[in-house]
C-alpha cells in the first residue's frame, strides 16, 4: 500500500480500495488476463477457425495435428502447411490419407472461409488464416482431426466459445435466484426464512449428476440447438442457486447490525434505499467471488452432462461433446490428440478459482 | 440432542419425499403415457400386448388421473418393494440393478475414507508447516484436484496406464471374476481393483477439504490457549493434536453432510469412464433409451442411498462434536 498516499486511501470508495487491493494477488492477476483472453477468443471463434468445424471428410479422418512451417525451402517467410495424399495400406488394402511432406499448401490471412456471422450479426467469409490453391481435404489441422474429419482447432474454438458463455448464463439465473431468495430468507426472517433455508440444505443433500440426467434425458428430442442449450442451463442453475443464496443471507445479516445502517434508518432513509445503496455495495464484492467460484462449477457441470450424451447434443459443439470423442481407450490409442480438450477445461477452471481466491481475499478491503 | 436427531431425520425425510416426486417427473416426462411407451417397446420387440393388458396397466398405474393420484399409486406400489419392470431388459427393475447399488455404496464409502484418510493428516501437516514447501507442493495438488473434474482425470490416467503399461485399468474385477458367484476370492479381487476408482473419486473433495482443514487449523493455532499449552511445556505433538486439532475437525465434520452427495453423485461418472459396474453405466443407458421406471428408481435409489449417509454422518458430527450434543438440552 506504499505507493498510495494515505489521504487517497482514507478518502477511496469500496470498489477502489477491492480493486487495490486485488491488484497484489499476482495469481489472480494473470488468471483474469488469461480468462479475458479466452472470452475474446471465444467472441472471435468462427474468425480464428480455419475449416468448417462442421464439415465431414472421410479422407481427413484422424488427421495427427500438424504445425505450420514458416519458412519456405529459399529461405523467405511464406507460411504453409503440407497437403494430404492417399496411400494404399498393403495389408488391409485400404486408402489411408496421411500428411505428405513433398506437397506444400500456403497459408493465406485474412482470406475468405466458410460463411458465418461475426458476433451472430455480421455475415462475413473473412477467417484469420485460409489455405491458398488447397485440394480437397487439405487443412492447417492445428490439432489434427477426428473420426468424421472434422478439425479440431476449429471446433474447439467454438466449443469455447459455447462452453464459456453456458456458464456465464447459467450463474446470471443462479445469481437472480440466489440474491432473490437469500435476500427474502435474510429480511424476512421467521418462517419464510425458514422454508427457504431447509429448501436449500434439502437441494445440497441431493446427489445432483442423476437428477441433472435424468432431467436432461427428458427434454424433447426435436427441440432445437438453442433450445436444449438454454434448458440445460436452467436445469443447471436450478440446483446451483443455493451457494449464492447462503452468501447473500449471511452478509444481509451481518450487515443487519452495522452502524451505519442503523445510522441510516435513523435518517429516515427508505429500506430500499438502505439496501440498495448502503448494503448492497459493501457485499458487492462478495457476491462477485461467489460468483467466480460458482461459474466453474456451472462449466463442469455442463461439460459432464455433455460427455455422457445426455447434456448438449451434436450438431452443438461444446468441450463435452468434444471429450466425448475421447471417451474410450481404443480411440485414444488411435488419436490421442482428441485428449488436448481437456486442456482448456483444466485451465479455465483453475484460473476462475485462482480469480475467485483473489476477489474473495480482496473483498474485505479493511480485513 | 433428542432436538437434532429429530431436525436432521424430517430434513432427511423431506429430502427423499422432494427427490421421490422429482423420480416420478422423471417418469412422466418423455411425451406420451409410459404405457404407450411399454406397448410400442413390447411390440417392437415382436411380442403383442392385448387392449385389455393394456387398459389393466393404466388402471394398475392410474393413468388419466390427475398427477398426484397416479404419484401416489406410484408410491403405494414402491413402498411394498414393486418397482415396476425395465422395458428394456424385460426384467423387473430390482433385479436389473441386482448388486449394482452396494458397488456404488461399496465405491462412495471408499471414495469417503480416502478422503478423511488424505485430508486430515495433509490438512494439519500443511497448516503446522505454512509456508514450507510441502504445503506449498500440497496446496498445488490441491487445487489441481478442484480443478480438474474427476472423469478427465480417470480418462487421462486411463490413457497414460495405457500407454506406459499397455494394460487397462477398468472395472471393479477381473474378467474372470466378474461373472463368478461371491466368495473370498471374489471379495479379494474387489479389494484390488477398488483403491484406484476410490481414490480417483476422492482427490476432488480431498482437495476441497485440505483447504478447509488447514484454514480452520491456522486460525485455531493462533489463539491464545495454544501459547498457554505450550508454555505449560506440553509436547508439540500433543499441544497440536489434543486441542486446536479437535476444535477445527468441527466444521470438517459438518462439511461431511455434503461431501457424500457429491461422492455419489461423482460415482456415476467416474463409474462410466472407467467401466464400473454401478448403478452410473446402468442409469445413462436407461435414460438414453427412455427406460423411465429404471430410471427413476435409480434415482429414487441413489437419493435415498445419500440421505441415509448423510443422516449416519450427522450421528457421527454429533459424537465428535459435544457443542452440538449440548446445544439442544
Given at each position: 500500500?506504499?505507493?498510495?498516499?494515505?489521504?487517497?486511501?482514507?478518502?477511496?470508495?469500496?470498489?477502489?480500495?477491492?480493486?487495490?487491493?486485488?491488484?497484489?494477488?499476482?495469481?489472480?492477476?494473470?488468471?483474469?488476463?488469461?480468462?479475458?483472453?479466452?472470452?475474446?477468443?471465444?467472441?472471435?471463434?468462427?474468425?480464428?477457425?480455419?475449416?468448417?468445424?462442421?464439415?465431414?471428410?472421410?479422407?481427413?479422418?484422424?488427421?495427427?495435428?500438424?504445425?505450420?512451417?514458416?519458412?519456405?525451402?529459399?529461405?523467405?517467410?511464406?507460411?504453409?502447411?503440407?497437403?494430404?495424399?492417399?496411400?494404399?495400406?498393403?495389408?488391409?488394402?485400404?486408402?489411408?490419407?496421411?500428411?505428405?511432406?513433398?506437397?506444400?499448401?500456403?497459408?493465406?490471412?485474412?482470406?475468405?472461409?466458410?460463411?458465418?456471422?461475426?458476433?451472430?450479426?455480421?455475415?462475413?467469409?473473412?477467417?484469420?488464416?485460409?489455405?491458398?490453391?488447397?485440394?480437397?481435404?487439405?487443412?492447417?489441422?492445428?490439432?489434427?482431426?477426428?473420426?468424421?474429419?472434422?478439425?479440431?482447432?476449429?471446433?474447439?474454438?467454438?466449443?469455447?466459445?459455447?462452453?464459456?458463455?453456458?456458464g456465464?448464463?447459467g450463474v446470471?439465473i443462479s445469481l437472480?435466484l440466489g440474491?432473490?431468495?437469500?435476500?427474502?430468507?435474510?429480511?424476512?426472517?421467521?418462517?419464510?426464512?425458514?422454508?427457504?433455508?431447509?429448501?436449500?440444505?434439502?437441494i445440497r443433500?441431493?446427489?445432483t449428476?442423476?437428477?441433472w440426467?435424468?432431467?436432461?434425458?427428458?427434454?424433447?428430442?426435436?427441440?432445437?440447438?438453442?433450445?436444449?442449450?438454454?434448458?440445460?442451463t436452467i436445469i443447471i442453475s436450478l440446483l446451483a442457486w443455493t451457494d449464492l443464496a447462503?452468501?447473500?443471507?449471511?452478509?444481509?445479516?451481518?450487515?443487519?447490525?452495522?452502524?451505519?445502517?442503523?445510522?441510516?434508518?435513523?435518517?429516515?432513509?427508505?429500506?430500499?434505499?438502505?439496501?440498495?445503496?448502503?448494503?448492497?455495495?459493501?457485499?458487492?464484492?462478495?457476491?462477485?467471488?461467489a460468483v467466480?467460484l460458482a461459474l466453474?462449477a456451472m462449466?463442469i457441470s455442463e461439460?459432464?452432462?455433455?460427455?455422457?450424451?445426455?447434456?448438449?447434443?451434436?450438431?452443438?459443439?461444446?468441450?463435452?461433446?468434444?471429450?466425448?470423442?475421447?471417451?474410450?481407450?481404443?480411440?485414444?490409442?488411435?488419436?490421442?490428440?482428441?485428449?488436448?480438450?481437456?486442456?482448456?477445461?483444466?485451465?479455465?477452471?483453475?484460473?476462475?478459482?485462482?480469480?475467485?481466491?483473489?476477489?474473495?481475499?480482496?473483498?474485505?478491503?479493511?480485513? | 440432542?433428542?432436538?437434532?436427531?429429530?431436525?436432521?431425520?424430517?430434513?432427511?425425510?423431506?429430502?427423499?419425499?422432494?427427490?421421490?416426486?422429482?423420480?416420478?417427473?422423471?417418469?412422466?416426462?418423455?411425451?406420451?403415457?409410459?404405457?404407450?411407451?411399454?406397448?410400442?417397446?413390447?411390440?417392437?420387440?415382436?411380442?403383442?400386448?392385448?387392449?385389455?393388458?393394456?387398459?389393466?396397466?393404466?388402471?394398475?398405474?392410474?393413468?388419466?388421473?390427475?398427477?398426484?393420484?397416479?404419484?401416489?399409486?406410484?408410491?403405494?406400489?414402491?413402498?411394498?418393494?414393486?418397482?415396476?419392470?425395465?422395458?428394456?431388459?424385460?426384467?423387473?427393475?430390482?433385479?436389473?440393478?441386482?448388486?449394482?447399488?452396494?458397488?456404488?455404496?461399496?465405491?462412495?464409502?471408499?471414495?469417503?475414507?480416502?478422503?478423511?484418510?488424505?485430508?486430515?493428516?495433509?490438512?494439519?501437516?500443511?497448516?503446522?508447516?505454512?509456508?514450507?514447501?510441502?504445503?506449498?507442493?500440497?496446496?498445488?495438488?490441491?487445487?489441481?484436484?478442484?480443478?480438474?473434474?474427476?472423469?478427465?482425470?480417470?480418462?487421462?490416467?486411463?490413457?497414460?496406464?495405457?500407454?506406459?503399461?499397455?494394460?487397462?485399468?477398468?472395472?471393479?474385477?477381473?474378467?474372470?471374476?466378474?461373472?463368478?458367484?461371491?466368495?473370498?476370492?471374489?471379495?479379494?479381487?474387489?479389494?484390488?481393483?477398488?483403491?484406484?476408482?476410490?481414490?480417483?473419486?476422492?482427490?476432488?473433495?480431498?482437495?476441497?477439504?485440505?483447504?478447509?482443514?488447514?484454514?480452520?487449523?491456522?486460525?485455531?493455532?493462533?489463539?491464545?490457549?495454544?501459547?498457554?499449552?505450550?508454555?505449560?511445556?506440553?509436547?508439540?505433538?500433543?499441544?497440536?493434536?489434543?486441542?486446536?486439532?479437535?476444535?477445527?475437525?468441527?466444521?470438517?465434520?459438518?462439511?461431511?453432510?455434503?461431501?457424500?452427495?457429491?461422492?455419489?453423485?461423482?460415482?456415476?461418472?467416474?463409474?462410466?469412464?472407467?467401466?464400473?459396474?454401478?448403478?452410473?453405466?446402468?442409469?445413462?443407458?436407461?435414460?438414453?433409451?427412455?427406460?423411465?421406471?429404471?430410471?427413476?428408481?435409480?434415482?429414487?435409489?441413489?437419493?435415498?442411498?445419500?440421505?441415509?449417509?448423510?443422516?449416519?454422518?450427522?450421528?457421527?458430527?454429533?459424537?465428535?462434536?459435544?457443542?452440538?450434543?449440548?446445544?439442544?438440552?
Amino acid at each position: 500500500m506504499a505507493q498510495i498516499d494515505s489521504e487517497k486511501y482514507a478518502v477511496a470508495t469500496q470498489l477502489q480500495l477491492t480493486w487495490w487491493r486485488f491488484r497484489r494477488h499476482r495469481l489472480a492477476m494473470v488468471s483474469m488476463v488469461l480468462l479475458f483472453a479466452c472470452y475474446l477468443l471465444a467472441a472471435f471463434a468462427d474468425f480464428l477457425a480455419t475449416t468448417d468445424p462442421h464439415a465431414t471428410d472421410a479422407r481427413t479422418s484422424y488427421i495427427a495435428p500438424q504445425g505450420i512451417h514458416l519458412f519456405d525451402d529459399d529461405g523467405s517467410l511464406r507460411p504453409h502447411v503440407y497437403g494430404i495424399k492417399g496411400v494404399r495400406d498393403m495389408k488391409t488394402f485400404k486408402l489411408i490419407y496421411t500428411i505428405d511432406p513433398s506437397r506444400k499448401v500456403y497459408i493465406e490471412f485474412f482470406g475468405q472461409g466458410y460463411e458465418y456471422d461475426l458476433f451472430g450479426l455480421i455475415p462475413t467469409r473473412v477467417h484469420l488464416m485460409t489455405l491458398k490453391d488447397a485440394e480437397r481435404g487439405d487443412g492447417i489441422y492445428l490439432l489434427g482431426t477426428d473420426l468424421l474429419g472434422r478439425d479440431l482447432w476449429s471446433r474447439l474454438m467454438v466449443a469455447t466459445r459455447v462452453s464459456l458463455t453456458i456458464g456465464l448464463v447459467g450463474v446470471t439465473i443462479s445469481l437472480f435466484l440466489g440474491v432473490l431468495l437469500g435476500g427474502i430468507s435474510a429480511v424476512y426472517g421467521g418462517i419464510v426464512d425458514t422454508v427457504i433455508q431447509r429448501t436449500i440444505e434439502v437441494i445440497r443433500s441431493m446427489p445432483t449428476i442423476p437428477l441433472w440426467l435424468g432431467l436432461a434425458a427428458a427434454l424433447p428430442n426435436d427441440w432445437s440447438v438453442l433450445q436444449i442449450y438454454f434448458a440445460i442451463t436452467i436445469i443447471i442453475s436450478l440446483l446451483a442457486w443455493t451457494d449464492l443464496a447462503r452468501v447473500v443471507r449471511g452478509k444481509f445479516l451481518a450487515l443487519k447490525e452495522e452502524d451505519f445502517v442503523m445510522a441510516a434508518e435513523l435518517a429516515g432513509a427508505s429500506q430500499g434505499r438502505i439496501i440498495f445503496r448502503h448494503m448492497l455495495p459493501s457485499f458487492a464484492s462478495h457476491i462477485i467471488a461467489a460468483v467466480s467460484l460458482a461459474l466453474p462449477a456451472m462449466i463442469i457441470s455442463e461439460t459432464s452432462l455433455s460427455f455422457l450424451g445426455l447434456g448438449l447434443r451434436p450438431p452443438a459443439i461444446s468441450w463435452g461433446i468434444l471429450l466425448q470423442d475421447a471417451q474410450n481407450i481404443q480411440t485414444l490409442a488411435l488419436a490421442p490428440w482428441l485428449l488436448i480438450s481437456a486442456i482448456p477445461v483444466v485451465v479455465v477452471i483453475l484460473a476462475f478459482n485462482f480469480l475467485g481466491d483473489g476477489l474473495r481475499d480482496a473483498a474485505d478491503p479493511y480485513g | 440432542m433428542i432436538a437434532f436427531i429429530t431436525r436432521r431425520l424430517l430434513l432427511g425425510v423431506m429430502t427423499v419425499w422432494l427427490i421421490s416426486i422429482l423420480s416420478f417427473v422423471i417418469i412422466q416426462l418423455p411425451p406420451g403415457d409410459f404405457v404407450d411407451a411399454y406397448i410400442a417397446q413390447l411390440s417392437s420387440s415382436g411380442s403383442q400386448v392385448s387392449a385389455a393388458e393394456a387398459e389393466n396397466l393404466r388402471k394398475l398405474y392410474g393413468l388419466g388421473e390427475p398427477f398426484y393420484v397416479q404419484y401416489g399409486k406410484w408410491l403405494a406400489r414402491i413402498v411394498t418393494g414393486d418397482f415396476g419392470e425395465s422395458m428394456e431388459w424385460r426384467r423387473p427393475v430390482t433385479e436389473v440393478i441386482g448388486d449394482r447399488l452396494w458397488l456404488t455404496l461399496l465405491l462412495s464409502l471408499s471414495a469417503l475414507l480416502v478422503t478423511w484418510g488424505l485430508a486430515l493428516p495433509i490438512g494439519i501437516f500443511s497448516a503446522v508447516r505454512q509456508y514450507s514447501f510441502a504445503d506449498y507442493a500440497f496446496t498445488l495438488v490441491g487445487f489441481i484436484g478442484i480443478a480438474v473434474p474427476n472423469f478427465l482425470l480417470a480418462l487421462v490416467i486411463m490413457y497414460f496406464s495405457f500407454v506406459w503399461f499397455g494394460a487397462s485399468v477398468g472395472g471393479l474385477f477381473s474378467a474372470e471374476m466378474a461373472l463368478a458367484p461371491w466368495g473370498w476370492d471374489k471379495v479379494w479381487d474387489l479389494m484390488k481393483h477398488l483403491p484406484l476408482p476410490a481414490v480417483i473419486l476422492a482427490l476432488g473433495g480431498t482437495a476441497q477439504l485440505i483447504r478447509i482443514m488447514r484454514a480452520n487449523l491456522l486460525d485455531e493455532l493462533r489463539r491464545p490457549y495454544v501459547v498457554t499449552a505450550r508454555a505449560k511445556g506440553l509436547s508439540e505433538f500433543r499441544t497440536i493434536v489434543k486441542y486446536p486439532v479437535r476444535a477445527a475437525l468441527n466444521p470438517f465434520a459438518s462439511n461431511i453432510a455434503y461431501l457424500f452427495p457429491y461422492l455419489v453423485s461423482g460415482s456415476i461418472i467416474v463409474s462410466i469412464v472407467l467401466g464400473l459396474p454401478t448403478v452410473g453405466p446402468l442409469l445413462v443407458k436407461a435414460l438414453v433409451a427412455q427406460d423411465m421406471f429404471l430410471a427413476g428408481t435409480i434415482v429414487l435409489l441413489l437419493g435415498v442411498m445419500t440421505v441415509v449417509g448423510t443422516f449416519i454422518s450427522d450421528l457421527v458430527l454429533m459424537w465428535v462434536d459435544p457443542r452440538i450434543r449440548h446445544q439442544m438440552d
